[in-house]
């Protein structure tokens, strides 16, 4: 409540001051810089803790007051600082996330692979709750993947995203009038329902996407050739079942993947595990995915009473798990 009355007061008082615009902070934001801290273990080595959360995006996450930055902009921050660092000597990615756009889960996916071959730095994933497409996508250049018992991953595909207004437009009595250069200049539009031709070339582009994501998993998995077949078909799989198939190396807890990082690294078992935040913590632990105070306090201006990735998911090729939204 203290909290409320305190941001009421502040923009009461940025009102009464007129036009004028003071660079006030109130919140730490991208402008604080990654800072090292400790959660566990005392060595001069370390391993270093990344989380994935959340959609997978290269968005910004503007809210009112204050912006954060997308997934993307924070991991690749976070791999440049610990590119620096030579005492790293794993990399743990905590992943919860059901996917996000293609691109910006395939530029995750070269970013890890990159810093990878530049350091030869070894990486763990630890999948949570959901680590499912792009979450699956940008694990793949781990050296071991270790999912919770209870994870949800899988779905292996990719999926179009068309938002369609055609119905309602009727219904209010709107049209709107187009004229185009090309007859495929305006293919996906929301006004309109698509023609044969156009949902034959959408799905051409759709399964060159998904081909792309199965050729990768083929890759780093070495899977055989009916599991492949079976990962194909976009389901997803519980944990135990995803280890039978060799989607994932081992079934475990975030304890059991950092036992691991030390074991493949040869590091001690009070091996110190860092992570990189942009404010302090009290009490912190392995379990905490923000890197700024108040990123978890998301709440927009308006509510539509909507989940808030149906209505920011721009048309557009996903490697998502819609569910897990």
């Known amino acids: 409540m203290r909290y409320r009355y305190f941001i009421g007061a502040v923009v009461a008082a940025l009102v009464l001051s007129g036009c004028a615009s003071p660079k006030i902070k109130l919140f730490s934001d991208t402008s604080f810089p990654l800072q090292e801290y400790t959660l566990q273990g005392t060595t001069k080595e370390k391993i270093l803790l990344i989380n994935v959360r959340d959609i997978i995006t290269t968005k910004p996450n503007e809210r009112l007051l204050r912006t954060f930055p997308s997934m993307v902009e924070e991991l690749v921050a976070q791999l440049q600082l610990a590119e620096k660092d030579p005492n790293i000597k794993a990399l743990l990615l905590k992943v ?87 007859r495929n200049k305006d293919m996906g539009s929301p006004f309109r329902l698509a023609s044969t031709d156009e949902k034959a070339i959408f799905q051409d582009i759709t399964d060159g996407l998904g081909k792309r994501f199965l050729n990768l998993v083929a890759k780093h998995r070495n899977l055989e050739p009916m599991v492949l077949k079976n990962a194909s078909t976009a389901r997803v799989y519980l944990a135990e079942e995803a280890r039978k198939m ?73 490697y998502l798990w819609a569910p897990g939204m």
Do not use: C
């Open 96 to 182: 919860e996330s059901p996917g996000g756009s293609s691109t910006a889960s395939d530029i995750l996916y070269h970013e890890i692979m990159a810093y990878k071959e530049r350091t030869k730095v070894k990486i763990v994933v630890a999948m949570m709750g959901v680590a499912a497409s792009g979450g699956y996508y940008v694990s793949l250049p781990a050296d071991y993947i270790l999912a919770h018992p209870t994870t949800i991953t899988g779905s292996i595909g990719v999926i179009l995203i068309q938002p369609k207004v055609v119905g309602l437009m009727e219904k209010v009595g709107l049209q709107i009038e187009t004229n185009k250069s090309g």
């Open 246 to 318: 060799g989607l994932i190396d081992a079934v475990g807890y975030l304890n059991d993947a950092i036992q691991k990082a030390q074991e493949m690294t040869n590091l001690p078992a009070n091996a110190r595990v860092v992570t990189y935040r942009r404010s302090e913590y009290p009490d912190d632990t392995l379990y905490n995915t923000s890197t700024t105070q108040w990123e978890g306090n998301r709440k927009a201006l308006f509510d539509l009473g909507l989940p808030e990735a149906m209505t920011s998911l721009p048309t557009g090729f996903y």
